[in-house]
């Protein structure tokens, strides 16, 4: 019975790490990164990721000349930075996905949203969700691009890749000790 539970625990841990170590991190406008310079379309950059819960964001930028605003739909649309949900303006800011729908993110210096500096990251449900959430429903449909969804940065694969090999040594020397403590 032991040896049941001690197994048991031991598969709960290997998943919990597992999705862990599924999570990507996007740098938003990939080389150009978060800025109003070279005409960069942030609404065709979010439409080429698969974004999921426990992704991380990534918003690299002069701090001097920009910053980082979460806002509702509305300000979104109308571009109105007057009351945001968060603010960052470190110029090197990185925001955990934790919840599914769209998170509504614009520079809130004045007319950069207005020149295109806003980003509507959509966090689509998980493939083993049942139905789509209200709001889900509520959201306008934009038509996917026919072309292959690309994954994250070679860095993210590369992390996600060394973080799967520290789980499967991990895994290892467990297995190792709990067969070690029954002999």
């Not at 009351?83 to 955990?96: E, F, M, Q, R």
Request: charged share 10%; net charge positive; hydrophobic share 45%.
């Amino acid at each position: 019975m032991a040896l049941v539970v001690r197994v048991l625990a031991l598969v709960v841990a290997v998943m919990a790490v597992l999705e862990m170590c599924s999570a990507a991190v996007y740098k938003v406008g990939d080389s150009a990164g978060w800025t109003t310079i070279g005409n960069v379309d942030y609404k065709q950059w979010s439409a080429t990721k698969n974004f999921q819960l426990g992704d991380v964001i990534k918003f690299e930028y002069n701090s001097q000349f920009h910053n980082v605003i979460r806002v509702t739909h509305a300000m979104y649309q109308s571009c109105n930075a007057s009351v945001p949900l968060d603010s960052y303006s470190t110029g090197n800011d990185s925001i955990t996905i934790t919840t599914k729908g769209h998170h509504f993110y614009m520079c809130g210096v004045p007319g950069h949203c207005k020149a295109g500096q806003k980003v509507d990251i959509n966090v689509i449900r998980h493939p083993s969700s049942a139905a789509p959430t209200p709001s889900a429903l509520a959201s306008p449909i934009v038509p996917a691009p026919h072309a292959p969804v690309p994954g994250p940065s070679s860095a993210a694969s590369l992390q996600s890749l060394v973080g799967h090999f520290a789980l499967l040594g991990l895994t290892l020397a467990a297995l190792a000790l709990l067969v070690s403590g029954l002999a």
